[in-house]
């Protein structure tokens, strides 16, 4: 079954690769981080062979106004004409937009989505976190695909059930392993190196290409998650600390000095509650480093408390806000100790296919 799996990632990789012309394989993709992955993020990502994602926006128009920025960051400086030896457009993706764009799907709104992305047409769409299961999915899946036909529409899932049901309707599935950062399934998720093959195999031959996320932040797991059956990387994390993040300067640096994500990041809903979210699917919560706010909810402070003392530190900024002693939402992956310095979104982007290669070649 293994060497099946290995087989049907491998012609997986073929077909992504012709569907995104402009990438290189294997497909190193940076994930829809709300606010975080803007367009200058994709379109940089874009520039050096991979496929970038814009996160879902503060308000639901955002989307728009950032596919748009996009298409006229690619307008004055289009993407090499040949990346690759490849020719950088092909009937598939002539007339798409070469960056995708995430949406959430339980507070999302439908209608803007889909104006968005009939308006822009973007390669590739992201789904992730319904409240109601599959059929909010479908719903979806069929209005998007009708607004943009050729727009391929991805589906994050972190668990076998819920890959399952996705699996006849996605054009991908995105396997979130428990390890990522910012919202994943609460209690049922599962690390990335068993949750991928468990589902490669149980898909079979007509399951659509997996792409692994979770944990990854250099070669060594991407080459990790292409042996388990991945026909693509995404990675979250690695790409807060890019220096095309839409990240305030002390939440990124303190991603960059954290290390031991087992020890310094937990799933809680403390600080989307903190920071005034509520609402969020009890099947779904966010990992992040844990800081002050957590040490003293752990001590017994109310949260009222709680609250006051976190709206202070955001207003002053900096490491009252984020750092060991901070307070608000500081969402990271288990990986957070990998990330060591912050680069260029597409030197991350080089330096992965670079290590991917490398360490193919020692194995
Ligand atoms: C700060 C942050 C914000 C995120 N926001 C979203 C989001 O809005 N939509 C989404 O589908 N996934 C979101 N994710 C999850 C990513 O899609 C992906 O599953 C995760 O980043 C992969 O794990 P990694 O962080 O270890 O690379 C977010 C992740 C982070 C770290």
């Given at each position: 079954m293994?060497?099946?799996?290995?087989?049907?990632?491998?012609?997986?990789?073929t077909r992504?690769?012709?569907?995104?012309?402009?990438t290189?394989?294997?497909?190193?993709?940076?994930?829809?981080?709300?606010?975080?992955s803007g367009?200058?993020?994709?379109?940089?990502?874009?520039?050096a062979?991979?496929?970038g994602?814009?996160?879902?926006g503060?308000?639901?128009a955002t989307?728009?106004?950032?596919?748009?920025?996009a298409g006229?960051?690619?307008?004055?400086?289009p993407?090499?004409?040949?990346?690759?030896g490849?020719?950088?457009?092909?009937?598939?993706?002539?007339?798409?937009?070469p960056?995708?764009?995430?949406?959430?799907?339980?507070?999302?709104?439908l209608?803007?989505a889909?104006?968005?992305?009939?308006?822009?047409?973007?390669?590739?769409?992201?789904l992730?976190?319904?409240?109601d299961?599959?059929?909010?999915?479908d719903?979806?899946?069929a209005?998007?695909?009708?607004a943009?036909p050729?727009?391929?529409?991805?589906?994050?899932v972190?668990?076998?059930?819920?890959?399952v049901e996705a699996?006849?309707?996605?054009?991908?599935?995105?396997l979130?392993g428990?390890?990522?950062?910012?919202?994943?399934?609460?209690?049922d998720?599962?690390?990335?190196?068993?949750?991928?093959?468990?589902?490669?195999?149980?898909l079979?031959?007509?399951?659509?290409p997996?792409?692994?996320?979770?944990?990854?932040?250099?070669?060594r797991?991407?080459?990790?998650a292409?042996?388990?059956?991945?026909a693509?990387?995404?990675?979250?994390?690695?790409?807060?600390?890019?220096?095309?993040?839409?990240?305030n300067?002390?939440?990124?640096?303190?991603?960059?000095?954290?290390?031991?994500?087992?020890?310094?990041?937990?799933?809680t809903?403390?600080?989307?509650?903190?920071r005034g979210?509520?609402?969020?699917?009890?099947?779904?919560?966010p990992?992040?480093?844990?800081?002050?706010?957590?040490?003293?909810?752990?001590?017994?402070v109310?949260?009222?408390?709680?609250?006051?003392?976190?709206?202070?530190?955001?207003?002053?900024?900096?490491?009252?806000a984020w750092?060991p002693?901070?307070?608000?939402?500081?969402?990271?992956?288990?990986?957070?100790?990998?990330v060591?310095s912050v680069?260029g979104a597409?030197?991350?982007?080089?330096q992965?296919h670079?290590?991917?290669?490398?360490?193919r070649?020692?194995?």
């Amino acid at each position: 079954m293994a060497l099946q799996a290995a087989r049907r990632a491998v012609e997986h990789r073929t077909r992504l690769a012709d569907l995104f012309p402009w990438t290189k394989s294997p497909l190193v993709i940076g994930a829809p981080m709300r606010v975080f992955s803007g367009p200058a993020m994709a379109v940089a990502i874009a520039r050096a062979g991979g496929l970038g994602f814009i996160g879902p926006g503060e308000t639901a128009a955002t989307s728009a106004v950032d596919l748009a920025e996009a298409g006229k960051l690619l307008n004055e400086k289009p993407l090499p004409t040949s990346v690759a030896g490849k020719a950088s457009l092909s009937a598939s993706s002539a007339g798409l937009l070469p960056v995708g764009v995430g949406f959430q799907v339980w507070n999302g709104n439908l209608a803007s989505a889909v104006d968005a992305v009939s308006t822009h047409r973007p390669c590739a769409v992201w789904l992730f976190a319904p409240r109601d299961g599959q059929p909010q999915i479908d719903d979806w899946t069929a209005q998007l695909r009708a607004a943009s036909p050729g727009t391929q529409v991805w589906v994050q899932v972190g668990t076998l059930r819920e890959a399952v049901e996705a699996a006849s309707t996605a054009d991908a599935l995105v396997l979130q392993g428990a390890e990522a950062g910012g919202h994943g399934r609460t209690s049922d998720g599962i690390g990335l190196i068993t949750l991928l093959p468990e589902v490669a195999d149980t898909l079979g031959e007509t399951g659509p290409p997996l792409i692994g996320a979770g944990g990854i932040a250099d070669g060594r797991g991407a080459v990790a998650a292409l042996g388990l059956g991945a026909a693509g990387i995404a990675l979250g994390t690695r790409f807060l600390a890019a220096t095309e993040a839409r990240i305030n300067p002390a939440y990124q640096a303190e991603v960059v000095r954290a290390s031991d994500g087992a020890a310094h990041t937990g799933r809680t809903h403390l600080y989307n509650h903190l920071r005034g979210t509520f609402g969020w699917p009890p099947q779904f919560s966010p990992r992040g480093l844990l800081n002050q706010s957590w040490a003293d909810q752990e001590a017994g402070v109310s949260f009222d408390e709680l609250k006051v003392r976190h709206d202070a530190a955001v207003k002053q900024g900096g490491t009252a806000a984020w750092g060991p002693e901070g307070r608000t939402a500081t969402y990271a992956s288990a990986s957070v100790g990998l990330v060591r310095s912050v680069d260029g979104a597409g030197e991350i982007v080089e330096q992965l296919h670079k290590e991917i290669d490398g360490i193919r070649g020692l194995l």
